[in-house]
C-alpha cells in the first residue's frame, strides 16, 4: 500500500542532506548581494556591501558568477528548511492506514484480521509470507553451508549477508524460490515481498566475476530476464560482489532501502 509517510521521510532526508552540500559550497563565497542597471538594453552589474556599491561590469566575471552562486544557495536552502519544517510535522503526524501497521497497534484480540480487512482496500495479506511453503531448488545441497538469522541455509557468505540484512529489516523473502522461463528452471538467490508496492521482486548476487566463464552465465541470465520482460530495478535487482569476492554492504543496503521496502 501507499505508504506517504515513508516517502515523506525519504524526501525529508534527501533534502537535509542537499542542504549540508550547499552549505559547504557557501563557504568561501563573498559578502554583499548584486543589483543591476539596464542602459540601452544592456545590465551592468554592481556589487552591494554594507549599502556601499562597487561596480563589476557586464556580468563576464568572477565576482558576479560567485554572488549568482551564493543567491542560488540561499534561496534553495531557504525553501528546504520551509519544506523540512512541514515535512517534519506530517510525518509526525501522519498515521498509517497499512492493515498489517494496524494489527501490529491493535490489542491481541485484533492483531490477527480477516481477509477480507485486506481484499476491501485492495492489497493481499503479506505477514508471514516470508515463511510459508514454497518450491524450493534442491539441486547442489553440498553448497548450502551458510546459515542465516532466519535460519536458511544459502551458498555463499554473501548471500548470507543479504539474507540477514534483509531479515533484520523485517522484509520477507524467499530462498532460490523455483522460476521457470521458457524451457529453463531458475532459481534466483532472493524473491523479496516488496511491501510498499504490494509486489514480489527478484534479486540475484553475482559473486564471482572475476571468473570469465561465471561472468558469461551471469550476462546469460540477465538476458533471459530481460527477454521474458522482467524490468530492471522494478521487477528484478542485481548485486554484485567485486573481482576480488569482496561485497559492498553499504552499496547493498542502498538497494535494499531504496527498491525493497
Same mark, same amino acid.
Given at each position: 500500500?501507499?505508504?506517504?509517510?515513508?516517502?515523506?521521510?525519504?524526501?525529508?532526508?534527501?533534502?537535509?542532506?542537499?542542504?549540508?552540500?550547499?552549505?559547504q559550497?557557501?563557504?568561501?563565497?563573498?559578502?554583499?548581494?548584486?543589483t543591476? +542597471?539596464?542602459?540601452?538594453?544592456r545590465?551592468?552589474?554592481?556589487r552591494?556591501?554594507?549599502g556601499?556599491?562597487?561596480?563589476?561590469g557586464?556580468?563576464?566575471?568572477?565576482m558576479?558568477?560567485?554572488?549568482?552562486?551564493?543567491?542560488?544557495?540561499?534561496?534553495?536552502?531557504?525553501?528546504?528548511?520551509?519544506?523540512?519544517?512541514?515535512?517534519d510535522k506530517?510525518?509526525?503526524?501522519?498515521?498509517?492506514?497499512?492493515?498489517e501497521?494496524?494489527?501490529?497497534?491493535?490489542?491481541?484480540?485484533?492483531?490477527?484480521?480477516?481477509?477480507?480487512?485486506? +481484499?476491501?482496500?485492495?492489497?493481499?495479506?503479506q505477514?508471514g509470507?516470508?515463511?510459508?511453503?514454497?518450491?524450493?531448488?534442491?539441486?547442489?545441497?553440498?553448497?548450502?553451508?551458510?546459515? +542465516?538469522?532466519?535460519?536458511?541455509f544459502?551458498?555463499?557468505?554473501?548471500?548470507?549477508?543479504?539474507?540477514?540484512?534483509l531479515?533484520?529489516?523485517?522484509?520477507?523473502?524467499?530462498?532460490?524460490?523455483?522460476?521457470?522461463?521458457?524451457?529453463?528452471?531458475?532459481?534466483?538467490?532472493?524473491?523479496?515481498?516488496?511491501k510498499?508496492?504490494r509486489?514480489?521482486?527478484l534479486?540475484?548476487?553475482?559473486?564471482?566475476?572475476?571468473d570469465e566463464?561465471?561472468?558469461? +552465465?551471469?550476462?546469460?541470465?540477465?538476458?533471459?530476464?530481460?527477454?521474458?520482460?522482467?524490468?530492471p530495478?522494478?521487477?528484478?535487482?542485481?548485486?554484485?560482489?567485486?573481482?576480488?569476492?569482496?561485497?559492498?554492504?553499504?552499496?547493498?543496503?542502498?538497494?535494499?532501502?531504496?527498491?525493497?521496502?
Amino acid at each position: 500500500m501507499f505508504d506517504s509517510g515513508s516517502y515523506v521521510a525519504r524526501d525529508l532526508a534527501h533534502q537535509q542532506r542537499m542542504r549540508r552540500l550547499l552549505m559547504q559550497q557557501k563557504r568561501g563565497l563573498p559578502q554583499g548581494r548584486l543589483t543591476t +542597471t539596464k542602459i540601452n538594453g544592456r545590465l551592468y552589474y554592481y556589487r552591494v556591501v554594507d549599502g556601499k556599491k562597487e561596480y563589476l561590469g557586464t556580468g563576464e566575471n568572477e565576482m558576479v558568477l560567485k554572488l549568482q552562486k551564493k543567491y542560488f544557495i540561499e534561496e534553495t536552502v531557504k525553501r528546504i528548511d520551509k519544506n523540512c519544517k512541514y515535512m517534519d510535522k506530517l510525518i509526525a503526524g501522519y498515521a498509517s492506514v497499512d492493515p498489517e501497521d494496524i494489527m501490529e497497534a491493535a490489542p491481541r484480540a485484533y492483531q490477527s484480521l480477516p481477509k477480507s480487512c485486506f +481484499t476491501m482496500v485492495g492489497i493481499n495479506n503479506q505477514r508471514g509470507w516470508g515463511y510459508e511453503p514454497y518450491k524450493r531448488y534442491m539441486g547442489y545441497p553440498e553448497q548450502l553451508n551458510n546459515k +542465516t538469522l532466519k535460519g536458511d541455509f544459502v551458498r555463499s557468505k554473501s548471500e548470507a549477508i543479504i539474507a540477514n540484512m534483509l531479515f533484520v529489516k523485517k522484509i520477507e523473502y524467499h530462498y532460490e524460490e523455483e522460476l521457470v522461463l521458457g524451457d529453463y528452471t531458475f532459481a534466483p538467490d532472493f524473491k523479496i515481498a516488496v511491501k510498499s508496492q504490494r509486489k514480489c521482486k527478484l534479486l540475484e548476487h553475482f559473486g564471482l566475476i572475476g571468473d570469465e566463464d561465471y561472468r558469461d +552465465t551471469c550476462m546469460w541470465k540477465i538476458r533471459t530476464y530481460l527477454e521474458f520482460g522482467y524490468r530492471p530495478y522494478e521487477d528484478i535487482l542485481f548485486t554484485y560482489d567485486d573481482k576480488d569476492g569482496h561485497i559492498n554492504t553499504l552499496d547493498i543496503d542502498k538497494v535494499i532501502e531504496s527498491f525493497c521496502r
